[in-house]
């Protein structure tokens, strides 16, 4: 989703936006600009498509200043073509954006009976044209800003710049992070952006504005206002961004790096949550009782909230606690009816996901307790939460996500094990078999992708198709869902995902000798079942993949293609099945050519609804 950055330095600033903008690249957009300040005159340039062509345009025409805004817009009001390309400019008020202003249509009207002309689709451009207004009426551009705040609903995180004001910035921030970096001797100079990774090059003192919070930047510092304008104190941290490495290292994508980095970080998780020596889960850090919990209601998006139906079969089953699940945007609409005493689970990549945050509020409402698990520590889920289980996954920057998943489900196998502790569900032996089948997990998970070539074979056939079906019980239906979410995702190709006792209710009718069919089916207790359904399909000339641990023989029909995956304790099967799903989907958009890391229309953080 679109990124925003702003820079007060003391040399010419073009250049470091476009490098923070790459840096934001992974969110996903479709267009970017940059705005600078020379001489106290605004000028910007922008470019639809890749940063590459906002590149060319500077190298063609570059722009001086020392202070400037920059933008990567995923579109939501208005094609995503240069005109819509932030930023966007109103007598000398210049403006990033990233949020929906959900009340513009009435907000332009009424900007246009005063007489200001649009030259966009956008949403964004009334706050450039509404701190304009405001100008006009001799206020300064930080009363300006302050009162045309007021007027706006929804979401928003933006920077505005202001003609004839060369050492002044103005932020703003409701619902959508916005991250402040303060620049040392190396680096002098005030910073802004979407998140601390767009200010790593530049600083590592970041500081966040919380919900509601405005800030007026010069090159010496910045003022924090809160959303009762009163002058207020926001902490500043030491970002671990700089460490981080955010490169594709020997792989070709990131998506390839982040699936190959999950032994490692699956193992970094395991041991923030596990005592080795004493085969035993640590979770003392958390402040709910689970012994008195009524229930546990789960929401999330996307592929969080596949590993959050993951989460509800092992904490039922191990756990012995009952479990709703929901997705997020349902959720936050349907009112629902929290249990007294309750806790709710947040599951979340970046921890800013709009309808997962919304939801969090809501259950905080409802006086639930607030229980999240997030792999940026600094995001606004975390920051709403009670109890907060980090995913030590790193910085995820492939739109599909990957080795998030797989830690999403390591912290939930975790926290069964612990939740079934104290339920008296399991006893301490059984504890220690659940940590140990754990404790395998990336062994497991190294075994399979040494399969990777066979996978990139087979995936030529599944590039040739047009349709695929996903079948999957248990456990393993949640990963058929997630299968087809990677494979459509990234290679554009049509694809479903069904319980596959709920094949014979309809979706059969699909079945024809050009549907392949991908079969994640681990020899568990629900295997014979699953094989039933598999014959269904390979009586209707269905092209069967089969994912499994399993001989070839047991499947008892024809396969296109078996992929072996290891055997390993009915507990961690999620763990394992997701990396042929996830190898399946990679290799064939790889083959089919289209953007891995980018795909098309997608945004890796949904701050948006
Ligand atoms: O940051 P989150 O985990 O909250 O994101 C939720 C979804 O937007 C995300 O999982 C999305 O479905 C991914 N692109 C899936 O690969």
Known sequence: MCGIVGI??????????????????????????????????LARRRAKGKLKALETRLNGEPLAGNLGIGHTRWATHGKPTEVNAHP??????????????????????????????????????????????????????QEAVRDSLGSLEGAFA?????????????????????????????????????????????????????DGDWVVLTGQGATIYNEKNEEIERSISTSMAQALVVDKG?????????????????????????????????????????????????????????????????????????????????????????????????ISQSGETADSLAS?????QQNQKILSIVNVNESSIARESDDVLPTLAGPEIGVASTKAFTCQLTVLAALAIHIGRQRGVIDEAKESELVRSLVEVPRLISEVLAYEEEIDRISHSLSQARDVLYLGRGMSFPIAMEGALKLKEI??????????????????????????????????????????????VAARGGQIIFISDAT????????????????????????????????LAYYTAVHMGTDVDQPRNLAKSVTVE
């Open 360 to 364: 969090l509020k809501y259950c905080k």
């Open 158 to 210: 933006l920077a505005v710049i202001f003609e004839g004001h060369d050492d002044l910035m103005i932020g703003a921030r409701r619902g959508s992070p916005f991250a402040i970096g303060f620049g040392d001797e190396d680096s002098p100079g005030m910073y802004i952006g979407s998140d601390a990774i767009a200010l790593a090059p530049f600083t590592n003192k970041v500081s966040y504005l919380e």
């Open 491 to 536: 290679s554009y190709i049509h694809a479903e995902a069904y319980a596959a006792g709920e094949l014979k209710h309809g979706p059969i009718a699909l079945i024809d000798e050009n549907m392949p069919v991908i079969v994640v089916a681990p020899e568990d207790r629900l295997f014979d079942k699953t094989i039933s359904n598999m014959q269904e």
């Open 8 to 41: 007060i330095g003391t040399s010419p600033v073009a250049g470091d936006l476009v490098d923070a903008l790459k840096r934001l690249e992974y969110r996903g957009y479709d267009s970017a600009g940059i705005a600078t300040l020379h001489e106290g005159k």
């Open 88 to 141: 966007h400019i109103s007598d000398g008020v210049s403006v990033v954006h990233n949020g929906i202003i959900e009340n513009f249509k009435s907000l332009r009207s009424d900007l246009e009976k005063d007489g200001f002309v649009f030259e966009t689709e956008t949403d964004t451009e009334v706050i450039a044209h509404l701190i304009a207004r405001e100008l006009k009426a001799n206020k300064s551009p």
């Open 250 to 346: 020997n792989h070709r994508h990131f998506m390839a790096k982040e699936i190959h980095e999950q032994p490692d970080v699956i193992s970094r998780t395991l041991s923030h949550y596990i005592d080795l020596g004493k085969e035993c889960v640590d979770f003392s850090s958390l402040s709910i009782d689970f012994k008195t919990l009524p229930r546990l209601s789960i929401a999330a998006c996307g592929t969080a909230y596949y590993a959050g139906v993951v989460g509800k079969y092992l904490i039922e089953q191990w756990g012995g606690l009952p479990v709703d699940i929901d997705i997020a945007s349902e959720f936050r609409y349907r009112e629902p009816l929290m249990s007294e005493g309750g806790a709710a689970l947040f």
């Open 552 to 583: 070839r023989e047991s499947a008892g029909c024809d396969l296109a293609h078996h992929i072996v995956i290891p055997k390993c304790h009915e507990f961690v099967t999620a763990l394992i099945t997701a990396i042929p799903v996830q190898l």
